[in-house]
Structure formats: structure tokens, C-alpha cells
């Protein structure tokens, strides 16, 4: 079976500090991987994804596939990334998203 | 992209009866899904709703708690019957416009409570 694990809860740096939003995964294929976020009183939406290993709002995540993680990091956190993060799979041709349970992010000014 | 609206955005119902949750798309989608986020928790897929043609459930969900129509390409309703309070959370939809299941695009979301 599927499985997104996001072991941290609640996630509270300083603005300025680096961040990494942990993501492991369970799968036995090669899967896609995904983060989608959730700003205050917005809707869920795509951040990035493994396979363009695009850098967006100066978040990147490495897919890992040793330790089956796909961590989200950014170097230096700004107030405006306050937000929930989930992190997100997709088995390799299934037409479906399996969700992480979610970090929510506060960034301490 | 697409631009996805939800009806009604929440709801207080009584133990028993059942709601219909309305979604509605800009465009022709290829891919709508329902999820459901219950308290504190992630989101869960419910079903595929697939046009013209039943939908396809996950493990854990059925036909007869959630039945979900999907007469054309723009629109869905999901249906939460013979409710309970465990049935209380925010149900999402959301769709895909081609074929590239990462460009999900997620609806507002109903949040729905049984008393």
C-alpha cells in the first residue's frame, strides 16, 4: 500500500533560517512526488513536483529514493511561507494523489 | 488552470438526512475527483467521478454512503448520506484539466457539521 508520512505536526522557525519540511514515502514502484500548500484562507494548491526539480518561491525538494524521502527545503524562510505543506504521491499509473498528513509552517519574525 | 466553485460552503445538518455537494467547473476536465479531510487530518480520497458512468471508489468509501454523479464534463455532486457526526468534515473537489495527474486543482471545499 501507499503511504506519505510527515512526521512533524507544526514546524516554527525564525524568518531568515533555513527550513525543511520532512517527507517519506512507502511504495514499492517508482512514484511521483509532489508538494502542494495551503496559504490562509486559500485553497490547496501545486508548489512543485519531483520530476521538473523546479525551484519555486525558493523551495526545491530532492527525491531520495535510498531513504524514500522527498523533503521540501528553502535557505532562508520568509513570513509569506507561513503556511500547510502536504506532501503528495502518486502511483506510477494510477490516476490519484495519496496525501501526507500535512506541517504546518509559521515563520517567527 | 480552472476555476472551481462549491456548493453550498458549509452546512449544519441534523444526524440521519443527507447533503448534496455541487461542483461546478470553467471548463471541460478530464479528471474529477472528491476528497474528504476530516478534522485534523489529511485528505483522503473518496472516489473518481467518472462522466457518464459510475464512479470509481477507494477502499473504505461506497456507492451507497456516497453517491456522486457526473453528468458532463463541468459538473459533480457528491452526496453524503444517512448522516452521523463522523461524517462532519471539509469534502473537496477537485480536477484535472489534461492528462497530468500533479495539475490537480482543489475547490474551496464544504465544510460540513452533524449535529
Known amino acids: 500500500a501507499q503511504r506519505v508520512t510527515q512526521p512533524e505536526k507544526l514546524l516554527s522557525v525564525f524568518k531568515g533560517a533555513p527550513v525543511e519540511l520532512k517527507c517519506n514515502y512507502s511504495?514499492?514502484?517508482?512514484?511521483?512526488l509532489f508538494w502542494y500548500v495551503q496559504y490562509s484562507r486559500q485553497r490547496l494548491q501545486l508548489l512543485l513536483r519531483?520530476?521538473s526539480r523546479e525551484s519555486i518561491k525558493g523551495f526545491t525538494a530532492d527525491l531520495n529514493k535510498g531513504e524514500t524521502s522527498f523533503h521540501l527545503k528553502k535557505p532562508f524562510a520568509q513570513e509569506e511561507d507561513s503556511a500547510m505543506y502536504y506532501c503528495?504521491?502518486?502511483?506510477?499509473?494510477?490516476?490519484?494523489?495519496?496525501f501526507g498528513q500535512g506541517t504546518r509552517l509559521t515563520i517567527n519574525p | 488552470s480552472a476555476v472551481i466553485s462549491q456548493k453550498p460552503s458549509r452546512d449544519i445538518c441534523q444526524r440521519g438526512t443527507s447533503l448534496t455537494i455541487q461542483c461546478q467547473v470553467d471548463?471541460?476536465?478530464?479528471?474529477m475527483f472528491w476528497y474528504r479531510q476530516q478534522p485534523g487530518q489529511s485528505l483522503t480520497l473518496i472516489a473518481t467521478?467518472?462522466?457518464?458512468?459510475?464512479?470509481?471508489?477507494e477502499s473504505g468509501f461506497v456507492i451507497d454512503k456516497f453517491p456522486i454523479s457526473r453528468p458532463n464534463l463541468t459538473f459533480s455532486t457528491l452526496t453524503v448520506s444517512n448522516m452521523s457526526p463522523e461524517d462532519s468534515s471539509i469534502y473537496l473537489c477537485?480536477?484535472?484539466?489534461?492528462?497530468?495527474?500533479?495539475?490537480?486543482?482543489f475547490g474551496p471545499g464544504t465544510r460540513l457539521t452533524v449535529t
Open positions: 511504495y514499492s514502484g517508482s512514484p511521483e
Open positions: 471548463s471541460q476536465v478530464t479528471m
Open positions: 477537485s480536477v484535472v484539466p489534461g492528462l497530468v495527474i500533479s495539475e490537480q486543482y
Open positions: 467521478a467518472n462522466q457518464g458512468s459510475e464512479a470509481t471508489y
Open positions: 503528495a504521491l502518486s502511483p506510477k499509473g494510477a490516476q490519484k494523489l495519496v
Open positions: 519531483h520530476i
